[in-house]
């Protein structure tokens, strides 16, 4: 079963505003990642948060993680036309030898 | 910076043909993988390997085979192309960890192929 799932599937927002985007998870994990995909290009990777943190920065990104409600968040602050693209997140953990993908949030960012 | 890149961007096959598609990565990393992307299927994986010559099944490994002779070199083979097989590829590389951790660390992706099959 899937063991990332992103909401909302789509979001649309003016520049410098804030986007937020969620990651649901099935089963415990021991790590979680978000990656970024321009279109019709490969994924970047973002942040990993392991299990046993709360929250973390890189720039303008803040991720957080719950692990008691299963969930995690992406955070662009201040966002650009530059930010859009489809962002995934990607659990490890529960057993599964896999990492898997959700399906995606595809942000767009208006100039 | 890891550089994970891909024989070709776009290519176009005929029903039947043979398909080759290439991944090469720079960085000495252990694990490689490949995935296929497909609108409201996300991303899904077809094989990996963690070493020279090992080989997992993903996912969805039918209608596939993989070839891992140099550690830098990861190619997937399409038997037989087949319509369904249509899509976007998309490979990826990591580093090496402990058995219970290959798939912790951060996966690098190279740009992906799109193939066509007619």
């Known amino acids: 079963s899937q063991q990332g799932e992103e909401d909302p599937q789509a979001l649309s927002i003016q520049e410098g505003e804030n986007a937020t985007m969620n990651c649901s998870y099935k089963?415990?994990?021991?790590?979680l990642q978000w990656y970024r995909q321009n279109s019709g290009r490969g994924l970047v990777h973002l942040i990993l948060i392991r299990s046993n943190e709360r929250e973390k920065h890189s720039g303008r990104l803040r991720v957080t993680l719950d692990t008691s409600k299963k969930s995690s968040s992406l955070l662009i602050t201040a966002s650009r036309a530059a930010d859009t693209a489809s962002y995934f997140c990607?659990?490890?953990?529960?057993?599964?030898?896999?990492?898997?993908f959700g399906k995606g949030t595809k942000l767009t960012v208006n100039p | 910076d890891v550089k994970v890149t891909q024989s070709s961007r776009y290519l176009v096959k005929r029903t039947g043909e043979k398909v080759f598609l290439e991944c090469v990565q720079d960085m000495d990393h252990e694990n490689m993988f490949w995935y296929r992307q497909d609108p409201g299927l996300g991303l899904r994986l077809i094989y990996f390997?963690?070493?020279?010559?090992?080989?997992e099944k993903g996912d969805i490994p039918e209608g596939y085979s993989v070839s891992r002779e140099k550690k830098e070199r990861f190619s997937l083979i399409l038997e037989s192309a087949s319509t369904n097989q249509t899509s976007m590829y998309l490979c990826?590389?990591?580093?090496?960890?402990?058995?219970?951790?290959?798939?912790?660390?951060?996966?690098?992706f190279g740009p992906g192929t799109r193939l066509t099959v007619l």
């Open positions: 990826a590389s990591s580093r090496w960890g402990t058995l219970a951790h290959h798939w912790a660390d951060t996966q690098y």
């Open positions: 990607a659990a490890w953990g529960g057993g599964s030898e896999k990492l898997v």
């Open positions: 089963t415990s994990i021991n790590n």
């Open positions: 390997s963690y070493d020279v010559k090992m080989k």
